[in-house]
Nanobody, 126 residues
């Protein structure tokens, strides 16, 4: 059974930092591209970032580029999202997600994702 479990969310002041983690199990983690997706209150889900199966340079939405950093540790089956210079508009539930069809071409198409975590809440507020 595929499991994705996010952690690390919380309340942070504007300009602060948080590091999210996603623990993966039940599939060959190192063979899958992995993504972060977020959903802000009252809005639809938004693709945030994708990192390819072997790592390398991740891809980012323009809204987070230069502030967020995605990484993975295939030996530990872990995905990470380092979030710096946080803004109130970053407030959302953050999900890790993956699927067999996720590539650099399909990564922003949320319908292509097969597996999702339960999400972790990030709130940016003073």
């Amino acid at each position: 059974e595929v499991q994705l479990v996010e952690s690390g969310g919380g309340l942070v002041q504007p300009g602060g930092s948080l590091r999210l983690s996603c623990a993966a199990s039940g599939f060959s983690f190192g063979s899958y591209a992995m993504s972060w997706v977020r959903q802000a209150p009252g809005k639809g889900p938004e693709w945030v970032s994708t990192i390819r199966d072997g790592g390398g340079t991740p891809y980012y939405a323009d809204s987070v580029k230069g502030r967020f950093t995605t990484s993975r540790d295939n030996a530990k089956n872990m995905l990470y999202l380092q979030m710096d210079s946080l803004k109130p508009e970053d407030t959302a539930v953050y999900y890790c997600a993956t699927g067999e069809r996720i590539t650099v071409v399909t990564m922003t198409s949320l319908d292509e994702y097969d597996y999702w975590g339960q999400g972790t809440q990030v709130t940016v507020s003073s």
